[in-house]
C-alpha cells in the first residue's frame, strides 16, 4: 500500500522537481548572463572612453608643440601614452563580441604607427616640416583611432541594449513556459492522483461488493487476489474468512441435516400422524403416518376438512387445541373402515413468541373408542341384565308391603322395609352407572337453551326447596343482578343442583339453611351451594368427584358414591368446570362454573 | 265376565308378580314367555289387554303387536319398556299401541293403566258421550283401535268442551306424531306447554320431537297423560 500510494505519488514529485530545477535554471540564465553582458561591455565601453581621451590629450600635446608651447606639449603627449596602452591593454584583454577583436587590433596597430610618427615628430625641430608631419599624418591617424575607439564604444553599448531586449524577451518566454508548464503538471498531478484513487478504491470497492453478497448468504464469493500489499492481505483475509465460513455452514448444515434425520425418523417410528405446518397452512413435514393417512385419505395438499378450521385458527393465533377427551374426534374413511383422529394443534412459536407454523398430531384413537364404547356397552349390557331381577324383586316386595295380600307382622313389615330400601338403593346405582355410561359415552343427548342463571335457578328453586325442607332447614338464594345467558340442558343441570342441594342438606345438621349463590367469575357464570356440615377433609377434597368415592366413616345408605362423578361429567359436557372449597368443621361450598353463552349462539345445538 | 289379561315376558319372576298383582283386582290373567306363545292364546281366546314387554327373545314385542295386527287382532296392547327401547315405542304407537310403562314399575302403575284401559273400552258400549272426559277417552280408545277419524272428532268435540286442557292438546299432538305430522304435533304439545309449563307429559313428548329430529332417537317413551 505505501509502495503503491509512493509509486502513485512519484510521477507528481519528480514533475515538481523537474519545474523546480527548470525554473531555477532559468532565474540563473536570465541574472547571469546580463549581469556578464553589462559588466563586460562596460569594461569595453570605459577602455573606449579612456583611449579617446588620452588619445585626444596625446592630439592636443601635439598641437600646443605646433603652438610653440613645446614643453607642455611634450609633458602631455608622455603623460597620455601609457594611460592610452593601459587602456588598450584593457580593452585588448576584454573583447567580447564579434568584429570588437579585430577593431582592437587596428587601433593598437594604428597606436604603433602613431607613436612612431610622434617621434618623428619630437625630433624634428622646424616647425614647417612638423606641421606638415601633424596635418598630413598624424591629424588623420588619431581621427581613425579616435573612431575606432569610438567604434568600440558604440559596438559594446549596442549590445547592452541587444542585451537588455534579450533579456526582457527571455523572461517573457519564461513566464510563458512556466506557466504553460505548471499547467501541464497540474493536470499531470491530476492524472496521476486519480490513477492513485482507482489504484487504491477499486480493491477496497471489490471487496465491499462481495462482502455484502457474503452476508447475503453466497459464501461460495471469491475476492481476487491482485496485489500483495495491505488490500492484498485484506482480501486474502477475507477469502480465508469467506472458506472458514463455508466449512462451519458445511457443519452446521449437517448438524441440522443430522437433527432432522432424528427427529423424522423418531416422527416416523411414531405410529400417530405428526404434521408441522407453515403459516400459510402448507404442510412442511409429515412423518410416514401422516404420508400414509393424507395419501388414504387422498389429500394431496392440507388437512382433512374437519380438522382444517382449528389448524386454521391456532395458526391464526388462537390458543393451541389439545384435547382432554375424545369428543373432539373427528371421523375419517381408511380403507373402509371408520377410524377416528384426536387431533392436537400446537402453535410454534420462536424466542420471542412470533408464531411461525403449527405441529398437528392427529392420533389415532379408534382402538380407545372401541374399548370405550366397549366397557360402556358392557357396563350398560351388566347393568341392564342386573335391572331385570332388580325389578321383579322391587315389585315383589312392593306388592308385599302393600299388604293387599295379606298383613305382615312388625318383623315382616321391618324386614321387607329394609330389603325395599336397599332394592331402591341398587336400583339408583345402577340408574347412575347407566347415566355415567351414557354421559361418558356422549350417547346422553343434551338439549341445549340459552337461559338467564335467574331464570334457571328460579325455575329448579322448588323442587330443590323441598330437598332442603325434608331436613327441617331452608334453602336461601343469593343471585347477582345482570348475569350473562348460559347455554344449558336444564334437566341436567337440574340434577347437579338437586345433587349439590340434596349433599348440602343431608350433611347439614337438622334445620340448618343452605345457601345457593349464583354470581359471574371472570367469563364464567358460578353457581354454589353453600353449607355449614362438617366440610370435607383436606386430604379427600381433591378425590371428591372420583367414582364411587366415599368419604370413609360417612353414612353408608345415603349414596353410591356416583352422584358427583356425574354431576362433573355433566358439567364438563357443558364446558364448564367443577369445584369445591371446603373447611372441615365449618361447611363446604360445592360450586360449578359455566361459561357465559355467546350472543350469537341459538338454542338448539346437537 | 271378568276381564281377561295377557302377559308376555320371558322372565318367570316378572310374569309372576305382574299376575299377582291383576289376580288381586279380580282379573283372569294368562302367561306367555314368547310371542309364539302369545300369538297362540290370542287366536285361542279373547282377551281385554295385552301387556307385552318390548324386549323378548325371538320375535319382540314389537313384532309381536304387528303380527297382531295383521291377523286382525285388535286387542288394547300396553307395551312395557325398559329405559333404551323407546325409539321403537313410535312404531308400536302407530300400531295403536299408545299405552306405556316404564320398568322398573311399582304394582300401582301396572294397576291404574290396566284399569284406564279397561275402562276405556268399557265405555265403547256406552251411546251418549257428551262430557270432555268421556271424549278424550272415547279418542284414546279410537287411538287404541287406530280408527284415526273417529279419534279425530272425539278430540275435536274434547277441545271445544275444554278449550284450555293441556292433556286435550297433549292428545292431538300425539294424534299427529302417530300421523307423522310431526309439525302439527309439535304445535299442540306446544299449546299444551304455553297453558302449563310444568305439565310433564307434554313435556316429554316436546322432548322426544326435539330429539328425534336432531339425533334421529330418543329415550323419551311417549307419555298420553292421566285418564
Not at chain 1, 190 to 218: M, N
Not at chain 1, 239 to 259: E, G, H, P
Not at chain 1, 537 to 542: G, L, S
Not at chain 2, 117 to 141: C, G, N, T, Y
Request: aromatic share 6%.
Amino acid at each position: 500500500m505505501k509502495k503503491r500510494i509512493f509509486l502513485g505519488l512519484l510521477p507528481i514529485i519528480v514533475l515538481f522537481i523537474g519545474v523546480g530545477l527548470y525554473a531555477v535554471w532559468l532565474f540563473t540564465r536570465l541574472g547571469g548572463s546580463i549581469d556578464t553582458i553589462l559588466r563586460e561591455n562596460y569594461q569595453s565601453v570605459l577602455a573606449g572612453q579612456e583611449m579617446k581621451e588620452s588619445a585626444e590629450r596625446m592630439d592636443s600635446g601635439l598641437s600646443f608643440a605646433l603652438a610653440g608651447e613645446e614643453k607642455r606639449g611634450h609633458e602631455l603627449f608622455d603623460a597620455n601614452t601609457p594611460l592610452f596602452g593601459a587602456s588598450l591593454t584593457k580593452e585588448l584583454n576584454n573583447i567580447t563580441l564579434p568584429g570588437e577583436g579585430e577593431l582592437a587590433n587596428r587601433i593598437k596597430e594604428s597606436e604603433g604607427r602613431y607613436q612612431t610618427l610622434a617621434k618623428s615628430f619630437w625630433a624634428a625641430t622646424d616647425a614647417g616640416s612638423r606641421r606638415d608631419m601633424y596635418f598630413s599624418r598624424l591629424l588623420p591617424l588619431f581621427t581613425q583611432i579616435k573612431n575606432d575607439a569610438q567604434a568600440v564604444i558604440d559596438m559594446n553599448q549596442e549590445n547592452m541594449v541587444q542585451a537588455d531586449h534579450y533579456a526582457r524577451s527571455l523572461s517573457k518566454d519564461s513566464t510563458h513556459a512556466m506557466f504553460l508548464l505548471v499547467l501541464a503538471v497540474v493536470g499531470l498531478a491530476i492524472f496521476f492522483g486519480y490513477g492513485l484513487q482507482r489504484a487504491i478504491l477499486k480493491p477496497i470497492q471489490t471487496l465491499t461488493a462481495v462482502s455484502k453478497e457474503l452476508g447475503d448468504g453466497k459464501l461460495d464469493q471469491i475476492v481476487p487476489v491482485q496485489s500483495k500489499d495491505e488490500l492484498g492481505e485484506l482480501a486474502d483475509a477475507f477469502n480465508k474468512l469467506a472458506t472458514k465460513l463455508r466449512a462451519y455452514r458445511q457443519v452446521t448444515t449437517d448438524q441440522i441435516l443430522q437433527a432432522r434425520q432424528m427427529t423424522e425418523i423418531t416422527f416416523s417410528a411414531f405410529p400417530d400422524p405428526i404434521l408441522a405446518l407453515s403459516l400459510d397452512g402448507k404442510i412442511n413435514f409429515a412423518n410416514s403416518a401422516a404420508g400414509k393417512l393424507l395419501q388414504k385419505l387422498d389429500l394431496k395438499e392440507g388437512m382433512p376438512a374437519a380438522i382444517q378450521d382449528e389448524v386454521e385458527s391456532v395458526l391464526h393465533g388462537a390458543p393451541d387445541s389439545v384435547p382432554t377427551s375424545f369428543e373432539g374426534a373427528v371421523p375419517v374413511r381408511i380403507d373402509d373402515h371408520e377410524a377416528f383422529l384426536l387431533p392436537r394443534v400446537i402453535g410454534m412459536r420462536d424466542d420471542s413468541g412470533n408464531l411461525f407454523g403449527a405441529a398437528v398430531v392427529l392420533q389415532d384413537i379408534t382402538r380407545f373408542r372401541l374399548m370405550d364404547e366397549v366397557k360402556t356397552n358392557l357396563v350398560s349390557t351388566v347393568s341392564h341384565e342386573l335391572k331385570t331381577p332388580l325389578t321383579s324383586i322391587r315389585m315383589g316386595l312392593h306388592l308385599l308391603l302393600e299388604e293387599k295380600i295379606g298383613l305382615l307382622n312388625a318383623k315382616q313389615l321391618e324386614l321387607l322395609l329394609a330389603a325395599r330400601e336397599d332394592a331402591e338403593r341398587l336400583l339408583r346405582m345402577i340408574n347412575d352407572l347407566l347415566d355415567l355410561a351414557r354421559l361418558e359415552s356422549g350417547q346422553m343427548r343434551q338439549r341445549l337453551e340459552i337461559i338467564s342463571p335467574t331464570v334457571l335457578v328460579e325455575n329448579i328453586l322448588p323442587d330443590l326447596q323441598l330437598l332442603v325442607e325434608a331436613n327441617d332447614g331452608h334453602l336461601t338464594t343469593n343471585i347477582a343482578p345482570d348475569l350473562a345467558n348460559v347455554s344449558v340442558d336444564t334437566r341436567q343441570i337440574g340434577h347437579v343442583f338437586s345433587n349439590f342441594v340434596s349433599n348440602a342438606a343431608r350433611f347439614s345438621k337438622p334445620g340448618d339453611d343452605v345457601q345457593l349463590l349464583v354470581k359471574a367469575v371472570g367469563n364464567a357464570i358460578r353457581f354454589s351451594v353453600v353449607d355449614h356440615g362438617p366440610g370435607i377433609p383436606k386430604e379427600f377434597q381433591a378425590r371428591i368427584f372420583e367414582r364411587f368415592f366415599r368419604i370413609p366413616g360417612t353414612d353408608q345408605v345415603a349414596g353410591v358414591g356416583l352422584g358427583l362423578a356425574i354431576a362433573k361429567e355433566i358439567v364438563a359436557s357443558h364446558g364448564g368446570s367443577i369445584g369445591l372449597n371446603s373447611v372441615p368443621g365449618e361447611g363446604s361450598e360445592f360450586y360449578f362454573d359455566l361459561p357465559s353463552a355467546k350472543s350469537d349462539a341459538n338454542g338448539a345445538k346437537p | 265376565m271378568r276381564p281377561r289379561i295377557l302377559i308376555v315376558d320371558d322372565e318367570t319372576n316378572v310374569r309372576l308378580n305382574y299376575r299377582i298383582t291383576l289376580e288381586m283386582e279380580g282379573y283372569e290373567v294368562t302367561e306367555a314367555a314368547s310371542a309364539l306363545q302369545a300369538l297362540h292364546e290370542l287366536i285361542e281366546h279373547d282377551f281385554s289387554v295385552a301387556i307385552l314387554d318390548m324386549r323378548l327373545p325371538g320375535m319382540d314385542g314389537l313384532a309381536l303387536l304387528a303380527k297382531m295386527r295383521e291377523v286382525g287382532i285388535t286387542v288394547p296392547a300396553m307395551i312395557v319398556t325398559a329405559y333404551s327401547d323407546v325409539p321403537h315405542a313410535v312404531r308400536a304407537m302407530k300400531l295403536g299401541a299408545i299405552d306405556f310403562l316404564q320398568k322398573p314399575l311399582r304394582p300401582e302403575d301396572l294397576r291404574r293403566l290396566v284399569a284406564e284401559i279397561l275402562d276405556r273400552h268399557a265405555s265403547r258400549r256406552e251411546h251418549q258421550i257428551e262430557d270432555f272426559k268421556s271424549h278424550i277417552v272415547a279418542a284414546k280408545r279410537c287411538l287404541n283401535l287406530r280408527s284415526f277419524e273417529s279419534a279425530r272428532l272425539h278430540l275435536v268435540k274434547a277441545m271445544e268442551l275444554n278449550t284450555k286442557s293441556v292433556e286435550a292438546f297433549n292428545l292431538a299432538g300425539v294424534f299427529y306424531e302417530m300421523m307423522e305430522d310431526l309439525h302439527k304435533a309439535k304445535k299442540y304439545y306446544g299449546q299444551a306447554i304455553k297453558l302449563n309449563k310444568n305439565y310433564e307429559p307434554a313435556q316429554q313428548n316436546m322432548r322426544r320431537l326435539f330429539e328425534l329430529e336432531h339425533f334421529g332417537s330418543s329415550s323419551e317413551p311417549f307419555n298420553l297423560g292421566e285418564g
